[in-house]
């Protein structure tokens, strides 16, 4: 029988998927807009809010309304296939790829760095890195455990550490603040939409997800209205955690400007603002602040991969794929924060379209009656823009195509010119079923 998640159990949920999604880039982000938007700060976080906030959040709850917690069985109504590639590059992208060594890699670029004068800087990211890694794959090797690991004792630490930090700097500001810069004068709204799509975290959602079902159902809620109730409660906690986080970092940066100047990064921001309250302390807070927030982060995505990759081939365990991608995210992690980056982001673009495409296909599903032909199409003309995006980002323009797109195509330049296609994908996908269902009602395949 089904049984109701106790309302402590579910304010643990919520700090924990919290903690997930509250990485070391959540920090930078924020702090960047803050500075850069200045007066324009309210239209730029408005839009942050929707694509950092909001989406990641609906990708979650699409997850949850949908009653399966494998993005794969729900990627292959575009076809079966389709949804094994997608869901294997999409946990390898989020995964050992980028997403779990950048968090090791930007945890010591910001937290561990400045300290490194003595040893070298490669020399101390080796070692740092692989105490990060060992710490992070102990603590999920065992997934009945991060809930209670991330929820009761990483996520108190890592609130109250920033909440030192936001509460000084907002008590006592720095500073006015100034008019905005560059894109936040005319602009601040997109801008700010921009920066929380390259967030990641709609494509984290579907990782983060399955931990959060599968923590649910272990508290004995097995029927859909339990579970969703749950997870809806969990979700408006992480919400309400995240607007309040960012709100404070964006008006502690906005208000630094007169002491600090303008800085190039987030964390620059972050860093030159604890030095500037606490002196040398500021900096070892700081360390610590990012070294918690990214090993929360790092936990989540670990125990998410290998949750994922144990189902598709369970002849390997879980524990095994927590160690093996632990020891390949330290390996590619000591390429450096520049040289990830660089490797990863043009796969990072063309797939992230996928992602937010298939979030709108599940919602609308019941308005096209779940038709398998406007899943295709979506995702068909979704692809041949953002894979162009990702040929962009890697400086290649193969015969003057993404010169012509971002010419003729509205949104491109923005990162944001599959969406037109996207609609018109689901135009085409629609007369193409309206077809099939007159002249072979038989074949039609639709999903609930």
């Known amino acids: 029988m089904s049984k109701k998640v106790p309302t402590s159990y579910v304010i643990i949920l919520g ?34 809010f929707l694509t950092g906030v909001g989406l990641p959040l609906l990708s979650f709850l699409t997850l949850v309304a949908t009653g399966k917690d494998n993005i794969q069985e729900l990627a292959s109504r575009v076809t079966p296939w389709f949804g094994v590639a997608f869901a294997v590059v999409l946990y390898l992208a989020i ?48 997934p009945a455990k991060v809930v209670d690991i991330v929820g009761k004792y990483l996520t108190p630490l890592k ?61 004995g809620a097995t029927d859909k209205k339990h579970v ?39 964390g620059e921001v972050l860093a030159k603002v604890s030095n500037y309250y606490f002196g040398i302390y500021g900096n070892i807070l700081l360390g610590l602040m990012i070294s918690v927030a990214c090993m929360t982060t790092c936990i989540g995505l670990l125990s998410a991969c290998a949750q994922y990759f144990s189902r598709l081939y369970p002849k390997v365990s879980y524990q095994y794929y927590v ?38 296909l599940l919602l609308s599903n019941k308005w096209f009656r779940g038709n398998r032909r406007v899943y295709q199409m979506v ?43 996207a609609i018109i994908g689901a135009v085409v996908g629609n007369i193409w079923a309206m077809m099939e269902r007159k002249n072979s009602p038989e074949k039609v395949m639709e999903f609930e």
């Open 15 to 48: 700090l924990m998927l919290f903690a997930m999604y509250f990485g070391a880039g959540n920090l930078i982000f924020p702090a960047i807009i803050g500075q850069q938007s200045g007066t324009n700060i309210t239209s730029a976080m408005a839009g942050f």
């Open 95 to 142: 995964g050992p790829f980028f997403a779990i060594p950048r968090a090791g890699t930007v945890a010591f670029e910001i937290g561990i760095k400045p300290f490194s004068s003595n040893l070298g800087e490669s020399t101390t990211l080796l070692i740092f890195s692989a105490i990060f890694f060992t710490i992070a794959c102990l603590l999920a090797v065992f």
């Open 159 to 219: 609130i109250t550490l920033i909440g030192i930090l936001i509460v000084v700097a907002v008590a006592f500001p720095m500073g006015k603040i100034y008019e905005p810069q560059d894109q936040f004068i005319d602009s601040a709204f997109v801008t700010g939409f921009k920066e929380g799509y390259l967030t990641l975290d709609a494509m984290a959602s579907f990782a983060f997800g399955i931990i959060i079902i599968d923590a649910v159902r272990l508290k």
């Open 228 to 266: 969703m109730a749950a997870c809806g409660k969990a979700i408006g906690i992480a919400a309400v955690l995240l607007v309040i986080m960012y709100s404070a970092l964006s008006y502690m940066s906005a208000t630094s400007v007169s002491k600090i100047g303008y800085q190039e990064n987030g």
């Open 323 to 360: 160690i093996g991608m632990a020891i390949f995210s330290f390996l590619v992690s000591n390429m450096g924060l520049t040289g990830l980056i660089k490797f990863s982001e043009p796969i990072l673009n063309a797939i992230y379209p996928l992602a937010i495409s298939m979030v709108f």
């Open 379 to 421: 995702i068909l003309f979704t692809f041949c823009i953002s894979i162009f995006d990702g040929f962009d980002t890697a400086g290649i323009n193969i015969l003057n195509i993404s010169s012509f797109l971002s010419k003729y195509l509205p949104l491109y330049e923005m990162g944001l010119g599959w969406i037109i296609p």
